[in-house]
């Protein structure tokens, strides 16, 4: 009964192949972020959803397109996969949009770029 | 520019020693304050917060102290064990804000 699943939790390929990362929460919760760590460990938001509607979207390069079928759902499509997209790519949920509320984080997606 | 800043990558506490995780911040809209706490190969979990109307927020053996005028805060875990072991994180947000601002984190061994 995980909470915030994340799919693959591992993710090897070549670059310039285009890979999906899917994510589910049974909270209940409202919204839905990714979240990118990269080799420094810097833990950076990259999207938010609400009840499937896009608010928050950082500098991210338009290769990462987000998809939110339903509010239980998001999932990160990446384009022609590059070197520098190595890296753990969190799923969260929570409760309402704003910071001050606990987000629940999914176990990561390790993505490794050949 | 980092706004929110944990100085210690690493700190290494005797069992049943208290310890304590600082983070700076430079923000002064930052409003509201959350600790995670990460072990390896999962993702960060919710520890406790704090509001900046408080100064203090105990919850159990973790106490959060904020400081405003030093936009300082720190987590005090007491006592510590090996359980405790992980990375935390010091992460905050200002007002209506929807983004959290996350610290690098401190990486906290508890020996036994």
């Known amino acids: 009964d995980t909470a915030v699943s994340q799919t693959p939790k591992y993710l090897v390929t070549q670059m310039g192949n285009d890979k999906s990362i899917k994510c589910e929460q049974n909270?209940?919760?409202?919204?839905m972020y990714w979240y990118k760590q990269d080799s420094k460990k810097f833990l950076k938001i990259m999207f938010s959803?609400?009840?499937?509607?896009?608010?928050i979207n950082e500098t991210v390069p338009n290769r990462f397109s987000p998809k939110s079928p339903d509010k239980a759902h998001l999932n990160l499509h990446i384009n022609s996969l590059e070197l520098g997209d190595s890296a753990v790519y969190f799923c969260?949920?929570?409760?309402?949009?704003?910071?001050?509320?606990?987000?629940?984080f999914g176990d990561g997606t390790r993505l490794s770029i050949l | 520019d980092q706004q929110v800043k944990q100085n210690s990558p690493s700190l290494s506490v005797q069992e049943g020693r208290i310890s304590i995780l600082n983070c700076d911040y430079t923000?002064?809209?930052?409003?509201?304050f959350l600790w995670y706490k990460k072990y390896p190969a999962e993702g960060p979990t919710f520890l406790i917060s704090?509001?900046?109307i408080k100064d203090k927020n105990e919850d159990g053996r973790f106490t959060v102290f904020l400081n405003k005028s030093a936009k300082h805060l720190s987590l005090h875990i007491v006592p510590s064990q090996p359980g405790d072991s992980a990375v935390y994180f010091c992460?905050?947000?200002?007002?209506?804000?929807?983004?959290?601002?996350w610290g690098l984190g401190t990486s906290l061994a508890v020996n036994p």
């Open positions: 969260a949920s929570s409760l309402g949009v704003y910071g001050n509320q606990p987000q629940h």
């Open positions: 704090i509001s900046s």
């Open positions: 992460a905050a947000t200002a007002g209506n804000n929807r983004k959290l601002i």
């Open positions: 909270l209940g919760h409202d919204t």
């Open positions: 959803y609400n009840n499937k509607e896009l608010i």
């Open positions: 923000n002064s809209m930052f409003d509201y």
